[in-house]
């Protein structure tokens, strides 16, 4: 291209431009595509207001950053890879599977939200389960290992072709097989594809639009289990025909539109994965997340669900908030380093260590606890001044009205307790 093939690019697309709250900003992979998304938080629509097509990134002439203290710089790096390495998650699942692997986990554990959040097990997930996604990917020609960067030890992507071994898109996220799958009684894989490919090539948010979908599909707009209609739907927000530019405003504009009442959404961002009455702990996340329901900013499924980090039981009140917020904390720290979330599977030591070691600094755990408060207090300050009360800490009122089979459980963690998360 007219840059060369050395570059890379953050892009928004048209659902930038449009200015939709469910707008991405896209950053090329090795290949240079636009497969790596910032899908969260409407941010490619402040690329939209702000007239920026695309950021190019030429780095000729420019030189690595030397550590400070070479030699425990390397020292760390190692302990730190090996932990990795060793580690189930992050040496083995991940890279067999991709975060996928968690379909069949999260099912079984009875808080998969299926069919718009209604049930917590859907029938078909064996059939885009990450292990089926693997074999579909290899034995297509694809790959279901594959790294969004070069430096990256994990790989926890893939690339799935059809099933003449053409490229569809890279292998699509846990979340967005849930959310393009799952959520709207799909399960078929090569359908959920299409879907993440539209959304990638629209710069769309895979969780915003496929909850959105399952809420346009409760509003009688489509059928649950049509992915047909589902892939049109995302055509529309595409196009950006009247419907579109609904939809792709995302769950609660959509929910608001066609007058539906059970939207699982908080601050105006729909839930990602996994059910907050099933998993009580993510549910404190995503009631209390500074940027509205988001699993990444406190990744309580670890505990509730993996017992990684202690063990505390995802149907019981009782010590989410405390998870939560120690998550929450550790999360801001680890976001603030500019590295994959996923290395929090390995010794939060080594990458201390590794910080400390490149910029001559000698930070202890207590300073780095101090500092992840310090970024989340930033962050509510911002809220606070754009008008959010603890009245926004919650969940929608149904997740403590409406049992979700097969446990036949509601959200049980109390008003008063959510205040508490910040509270330390
Ligand atoms: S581990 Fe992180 S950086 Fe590596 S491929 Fe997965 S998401 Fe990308």
Known sequence: ???????????????????????????????????????????????????????????????????????????????????????????????????????????????????????????????????????????????????????????????????????????????????????CGINDLDAIAQLDRLDDDYGLDTIEMGATIAVAMEAGIAKFGDAKAAINLVKEVGKGTHLGRILGNGAAVTGKVFGVERVPVVKGQAMPAYDPRGIMGIGVTYATSTMGADHTAGYAVMTNIMDIGGSVDPLKPEGQVELSRNLQIATAVVDSTGMCLFVAFATFQALLDMVNSFYDMNMTADDVVAFGKSVLKNERDFNIKAGFTSEHDRLPEYFKREALPPHNITFQVKDEDLDQVFNW
């Open 1 to 183: 291209g007219e840059y060369g093939d050395k570059i890379a690019c953050i892009s928004m697309g048209p659902a930038g431009e449009m200015k939709m709250a469910a707008a991405s900003i896209a950053f090329t992979d090795m290949e240079q595509r636009p497969t790596r998304h910032a899908g969260r938080g409407g941010v490619g629509a402040v690329m939209g207001a702000k007239g920026v097509k695309v950021i190019v990134i030429d780095d000729a002439g420019t030189k690595m950053r030397s550590p400070k203290d070479p030699e425990k710089f390397k020292a760390a790096t190692k302990e730190w890879v090996d932990g990795l390495k060793k580690n189930p998650t992050t040496g083995e699942g991940l890279p067999s599977y991709g975060t996928n692997v968690l379909t069949n986990v999260i099912n079984e554990a009875g808080s998969y939200p299926t069919h718009n959040f209604l049930w917590g097990r859907f029938e078909g997930c064996e059939k885009i389960s990450g292990e089926t996604q693997a074999e579909t990917e290899t034995s297509r020609g694809g790959s279901a290992t594959h790294g969004c960067h070069r430096g990256c030890i994990i790989r926890c992507s893939g690339t799935y072709v059809d099933k003449d071994g053409h490229y569809i898109t890279k292998q699509p996220e846990y979340e967005t097989v849930w959310a393009h799958g799952g959520n």
